[in-house]
């Protein structure tokens, strides 16, 4: 008679056994889901916000022509201040998209900065002189800052 009070009890806590393991297992899922859409949206945004980014370095080459050019033109004549118009105009575009100027006072950081010329000097590993600048979209580089520096 024991025998088959035990397998009575047994089929009966078999389903509730298989619920439990169901529950856990859609729980699992339910949390998998909500991490899916939680990187799906960061990568959206992501995407969003550095869309711009390869066009952008892209015209910095063209924006460095720029700059010397207005550095060698004559600075009275109207044409002169077309062109600083405009100039102001492609740093307010960078601007808006989150594109800064990498600071290059101060100490090297290899991965904002690059050294194209080394001098002696007091302190190693100080930027002495700006040879092309670089820029980063919120704190993505876009290219990096060609520098001299101390050795």
Avoid: W
């Amino acid at each position: 008679m024991g025998k088959a009070k035990k397998k009575t009890e047994q089929a009966e806590q078999a389903p509730e056994k298989e619920q439990e393991d169901l529950l856990a297992q859609l729980q699992r899922l339910q949390a998998e889901f909500d991490n899916y859409k939680r990187r799906s949206e960061k990568d959206r945004e992501n995407a969003q916000k550095y869309a711009c980014g390869d066009v952008i370095a892209s015209l910095l080459p063209i924006i460095d022509n720029y700059e010397l050019a207005l550095s060698n033109a004559k600075q009275k004549d109207s044409f002169y201040q077309g062109m600083e118009l405009i100039y102001a105009q492609l740093k307010e575009l960078l601007s808006y998209h989150g594109v800064t100027e990498i600071n290059t006072k101060g100490i090297f950081d290899p991965a904002k900065h690059e050294s194209m010329l080394a001098e002696d000097g007091k302190e190693k590993g100080m930027i002495l002189e700006v040879l092309q600048k670089g820029y980063e979209q919120e704190g993505r580089v876009l290219r990096t800052a060609k520098v001299k520096v101390t050795r």
